[in-house]
């Protein structure tokens, strides 16, 4: 029987499982998980993520205007769960990861499928998340193999 109740809508959008990568002004780098990212443009091609306002992720990205996105493999769930905790942000959510550095110095995680860097064009916030638009300056296929994942994939969700 259908409801009328809009979170049970939208509870059924595929995300895909994506890390955001960032740095901060001091140089201390970042990566959290996330699922609201899509490609906007093609000319200049442009990528858009929703970041929570309040993360560190969100203000690395406002204080150095860079970020890099990380397609995950649908087998990821330990990594998605140690990205996604607040209390270990900074640093500490890289610990044992295997992670290269390229044109922007933001984080490129050795177990992605695929990875794009960016630089911030612009951005909106229309609620509780930033949305931060960036210019993809360079990416890649790897260094992981296999297909990229969704969060249901990984047995998590992230809708309201």
């Not at 990212?37 to 929570?52: C, E, I, K, L, N």
């Not at 960016?118 to 790897?142: K, L, N, T, W, Y």
Request: net charge negative; hydrophobic share 35%; charged share 20%.
């Amino acid at each position: 029987m259908p409801t009328n109740d809009p979170s049970d809508g939208i509870q059924q959008a595929v995300y895909g499982f994506i890390g955001v990568g960032s740095k901060a002004a001091d140089g201390t780098r970042d990566a959290m998980t996330a699922s609201w990212g899509t490609q906007v443009s093609f000319d200049p091609r442009v990528y858009a993520v929703a970041v929570q306002e309040n993360s560190n992720t969100a203000a690395n990205i406002k204080a150095t205007g860079v970020f890099s996105i990380n397609f995950m493999p649908g087998d990821s769930h330990d990594l998605a769960a140690k990205m996604a905790r607040r209390p270990d942000s900074g640093e500490g959510r890289l610990e044992d990861q295997e992670v290269s550095y390229h044109d922007t110095g933001t984080p490129v995680l050795g177990s992605a499928v695929g990875w794009i860097e960016c630089r911030v064009v612009d951005s909106a916030q229309p609620g509780d998340h930033i949305v931060f638009f960036g210019e993809v300056v360079g990416g890649g296929q790897g260094p992981a193999d296999g297909e990229p994942g969704t969060l249901g994939s990984i047995g998590m969700s992230y809708a309201g």
